[in-house]
């Protein structure tokens, strides 16, 4: 009786010994990847903080040239129905400019892109576009990150680290090229005329990249993106960099981002204001 009853109370306890082991096998980083690239598109509504800089510098040629600008955005996002609020602060130092400070807000809102660009403290001018999914896409930073994981040539666990109070898998994130070259296209403000000859959108990025590097910062509890870091190192010659520097020679352009992102899923209300909303419609953002 007793071989009778020990056979079951083994086979449970072998089972639920099982059980607990898979629970606790460790997670591996595509896994975590993974779990982040689908947890992204579900998201219903995110705040972000971003902080970029870029550094250029030409070398030999007959007209060696430098440019620093920094970039500063704060954003907030819903995907349902999509909506975008976003202001961005930038400062560049490029000879014989000297600095130009430039702060643009902008609206995503019923089908329309509404935006107002300071230069030189000139004050606020609305001009309005109408949307495309492209528009959407390029300004949609978190659902870039997701596409870096998706599209991930490699992904490599760097542990855990506590970040905000909140406990978070770190990874490092080897994308496919092409999809960081379309990030990279996004991460320039036209400041207006005299600056036209410098547009990265209008060339071949991946041919030129020598260095590239993603630090991703998951929350254990749920798999959303916290925190990201991206560094991105470019040899490019004058003749395609800058219209109007042809005898530059060759320019190296390290450009560096961090993003912060909080709030999940909290309610949030996205208003266009009147002035915006009665401005004039153009065709392009940029001149």
């Known amino acids: 009786m007793a071989k009778k009853l020990f056979s079951p109370v083994l086979a449970s306890i072998l089972f ?8 606790s096998r460790p997670i591996s980083a595509q896994e975590i990847a993974n779990r982040t690239a689908e947890a992204i598109p579900k998201v219903d509504s995110v705040k972000m903080d971003m902080h970029a800089t870029v550094d250029m510098a030409s070398a030999g040629g007959e007209n060696p040239q430098a440019m620093s600008m920094t970039q500063d955005m704060t954003a907030e996002v819903k995907t349902a129905p999509r909506e975008m609020h976003a202001i961005i602060k930038a400062a560049m130092n490029m000879a014989p400019l000297g600095n130009i400070n430039i702060t643009m807000e902008m609206f995503m809102v019923d089908q329309w892109i509404y935006a107002a660009t300071d230069v030189f403290g000139s004050g606020k001018q609305w001009m309005k576009m109408p949307l495309t999914e492209k528009d959407w896409e390029s300004q949609n930073q978190l659902q870039q990150q997701a596409e870096f994981l998706r599209s991930a040539v490699t992904v490599t666990s760097l542990g855990t680290e506590v970040v905000g109070g909140i406990e978070c898998y770190v990874l490092e994130v080897k994308p496919d090229l092409n999809a960081l070259m379309e990030w990279a296209k996004t991460q320039q403000v036209n400041p207006g005329a005299g600056m036209d000859g410098i547009d990265i959108s209008q060339i071949d990025l991946a041919e030129m ?20 870091e991206m560094e991105m190192v470019m040899e490019i010659s004058g003749q395609d960099f800058m219209a109007t520097a042809t005898g530059a020679g060759k320019t190296t352009m390290t450009l560096r981002a961090s993003m912060n992102f909080y709030d999940y899923n909290k309610p949030l209300t996205i208003s266009v204001p009147p002035e915006a909303l009665e401005a004039e419609e153009i065709t392009s953002l940029t001149p």
Do not use: H
């Open 209 to 228: 990249v020598k260095t590239y590097s993603i630090k991703e910062w998951i929350t254990k509890d749920g798999y959303l993106l916290k925190k990201a």
């Open 16 to 23: 639920l010994s099982a059980m607990i082991s898979g629970c």
